[in-house]
């Protein structure tokens, strides 16, 4: 359980840190906060961080439910990251075509699109990048912590 714990509990504070700083980053391609200085949106990209460390753990859960094991990205297989990845993607596509139906967000012309579409490359990539990279970092960490402890 304690092994589990460390897993998980780094996957999600990775998870959070490096949303933190991708949203802070792509914060010039939204048309509504292109212009804000950096204290005022700091606040939003800490909330936004805290919302994609829900869709991570959504993301984990999906493959868990498809793989009917738990613990399914406990090896660390490639497979296991590009299914992570592909996951994320999903879940960014439908986030995205939402927010965009309902008005909640608006790109400017400094965010690329996806292939003719009105989908922002840099949230796509944001959730098919991290959530796998969040997963690795758990499972680098747990490694390490638990190769050590562990008597030989």
């Not at 399914?72 to 986030?95: D, E, K, N």
């Not at 996806?114 to 990539?125: E, K």
């Amino acid at each position: 359980m304690r092994e589990w714990s460390w897993y998980l509990g780094t996957a999600i504070g990775a998870a959070f840190v490096a949303n933190w700083i991708w949203e802070m980053l792509q914060m010039p391609a939204y048309r509504d906060l292109a212009e804000k200085p950096w204290r005022q949106t700091v606040g939003l990209c800490t909330r936004a961080a805290a919302g994609d460390v829900l869709l991570t753990l959504f993301v984990y859960a999906v493959g868990a439910a498809i793989s009917r094991y738990w613990r399914w990205a406990w090896a660390g297989r490639p497979t296991t990251y590009f299914m992570l990845g592909a996951l994320g993607l999903g879940v960014a596509c439908a986030i995205e075509f939402g927010g965009l139906a309902l008005g909640l967000w608006s790109y400017n012309e400094h965010m690329p699109l996806f292939l003719g579409t009105r989908l922002g490359v840099l949230p796509l990539a944001q959730l098919s990048l991290l959530v796998p990279l969040s997963f690795w970092a758990g499972n680098v960490v747990r490694r390490f912590v638990f190769k050590a402890r562990s008597p030989r």
